[in-house]
């Protein structure tokens, strides 16, 4: 069972891939007065400790919980914040919390002191879009204490080798698009060219979304929104590993 959790709101854009952001792309067609920019809690910030009348959980245990999608977990401006997220996340260490991220330098702040090697209940995606990004991130990402380390290519705006980058710590490589009108194109050959290197090193490679704009072979296709994952699923470049743990 998948869910997800938003503990709070709003963003900064920080690098290239933030750009067109989906999440101030919403804000404006939804709430005109609220700035995506702007950062607060929502209402259900305490959602993994939410219980139901009959004092269940209203996370049953076992779940994934896709965490802070609408926001960057790693924000500064929810140091404070996140000290309170890690202690439920440690509380329910019977959910798997999955967090993508664009600050991954970050992630050493508000850290909880039991951290040690790692929750075995987390999961964290560092998202990059370029090469330039990539060779900042991914050198950090991967000193990091993580039980479970996703990389996640979106939206991919170039070609990218990500080859020194690839090692057994790494469970998944996904690539996509960007979705919404002003959608900078993604290259069907930048794809098949990263699955290639993931094929190399026998990490799991995942195309989960098409974008808004995708050219292959030579022809640009627009797709709608509603299609984009299903068209990226039809391409058929999916990788798998009998090895591979997804940490869930």
Known sequence: MEYSWNPWHGCTKISPGCAHCYVYRQDAMYDSEKSSSEVSKNADFNLPLKRRRDKSYKIPSGAVLYTCF???FFLPATDEWRREAWAMIRERSDVHFVIFTKRIDRFHVSLPEDWGSAYENVTIGCTVENQERANYRLPIFNTLPLR?????VA??????????YLNESIE???VGGESGAQARALHFDWVL???RQCEKY????????TGAKFVK???YYYIKRKFQHSQARKAGVDFRVEAENYGR
């Open 70 to 72: 609408t926001s960057d």
């Open 148 to 152: 479970h380390k996703l990389i996640i």
């Open 155 to 164: 939206p991919m705006l170039e070609g990218m080798n990500i080859e020194a």
């Open 172 to 174: 998944e490589v996904s």
């Open 193 to 195: 060219e990263l699955r």
């Open 202 to 209: 026998a990490i799991p490679f995942r195309f989960h979304q």
């Open 217 to 219: 072979d030579g022809k």
